[in-house]
C-alpha cells in the first residue's frame, strides 16, 4: 500500500528554517515524479516544487532561491528545505506522489508551518 | 505563468443535480489538466487527469472534457458525498498553477 506522512512542520520565526520530510512507503521514491504542494489556510492549493526520477527539480517562482527540494533513497524520503520564511509561506504542506503532465494520484496527510513571531 | 480561472466559484446544488465546472486558462495547454476534489481538513483527491481521463477507484459520475483553453468537469447526478471544493491544475509547463477552486455546497 502507498503511503506518504509528513513531518517537520511547526511554528517558526519568519528569516527562520525548516526542512519538511515526506517518508514514502509502498514505493521507491527515487523513481517517481515527487511534489510539494502547499495551502495556506482558509485558501487555494499553490504548487511549491517537483523532483523528477532523474533528478530534475522545478520551483514555484515564489520560492525560488529559498525552498530545495531533495531526497535520501536509502531512508525512501524526500525534503523539503525551506529558508527565509515569511508569513507567506504559512501553509499546510502535501508531498505528493504522480506522473508528469497527469497529476498526483497519492498525498500525504499534510504539515502544518506557522510564520509567526 | 499560465493563468487558470474557474467559474463559478461558488456553487450550491440539491442531491441528483448535474453540475458543471470550468476551467479556462490563459494559454493553450493541449489536455495538461486534472480536477481534484478537496474535502475540509483533507488532501486533495485526483478524479480527471489527461482532461478527460478518470482516475481508478473514481465514480462515472464524474466526468471531464475539453482542450486547449477550456474545459469543463462534469458531475452527472450529485451524490451527498460530493459536496466539496474542486480544484483545476495544469500541468503542461512551469510553474504548475492551480485554480482558484470552486466550492460547491447543498442547497
Known amino acids: 500500500e502507498v503511503q506518504l506522512v509528513e513531518s517537520g512542520g511547526g511554528v517558526i520565526q519568519p528569516g527562520g528554517s525548516l526542512r519538511l520530510s515526506c517518508a514514502a512507503s509502498?514505493?521507491?521514491?527515487?523513481?517517481?515524479?515527487m511534489s510539494w504542494v502547499r495551502q495556506p489556510p482558509g485558501k487555494g492549493l499553490e504548487w511549491v516544487s517537483v523532483i523528477y526520477s532523474d533528478g530534475t527539480t522545478h520551483y514555484a517562482d515564489s520560492v525560488k532561491g529559498r525552498f530545495t527540494i531533495s531526497r535520501d533513497n536509502s531512508k525512501n524520503t524526500l525534503y523539503l528545505q525551506m529558508n527565509s520564511l515569511t508569513a507567506e509561506d504559512a501553509a499546510v504542506y502535501y508531498c505528493?506522489?504522480?506522473?508528469?503532465?497527469?497529476?498526483?494520484?497519492?498525498w500525504g496527510q499534510g504539515t502544518l508551518v506557522t510564520v509567526s513571531s | 505563468d499560465i493563468q487558470l480561472t474557474q467559474s463559478p466559484s461558488f456553487l450550491s446544488a440539491s442531491v441528483g443535480d448535474r453540475v458543471t465546472i470550468t476551467c479556462r486558462t490563459s494559454?493553450?495547454?493541449?489536455?495538461?489538466l486534472a480536477w481534484y476534489q478537496q474535502k475540509p481538513g483533507k488532501a486533495p483527491k485526483l478524479l480527471i487527469y489527461?482532461?478527460?481521463t478518470l482516475q481508478s477507484g473514481v465514480p462515472s459520475t464524474f466526468s471531464g472534457s475539453g482542450s486547449g483553453t477550456e474545459f469543463t468537469l462534469t458531475i452527472s447526478s450529485l451524490q451527498p458525498e460530493d459536496f466539496a471544493t474542486y480544484y483545476c491544475?495544469?500541468?503542461?509547463?512551469?510553474?504548475?498553477?492551480f485554480g482558484q477552486g470552486t466550492r460547491l455546497e447543498i442547497k
Open positions: 494559454q493553450g495547454i493541449g489536455s495538461y
Open positions: 491544475q495544469q500541468l503542461h509547463s512551469y510553474p504548475i498553477t
Open positions: 505528493a506522489r504522480g506522473e508528469r503532465g497527469s497529476g498526483s494520484n497519492y
Open positions: 489527461t482532461a478527460s
Open positions: 509502498g514505493f521507491t521514491v527515487s523513481s517517481n515524479y
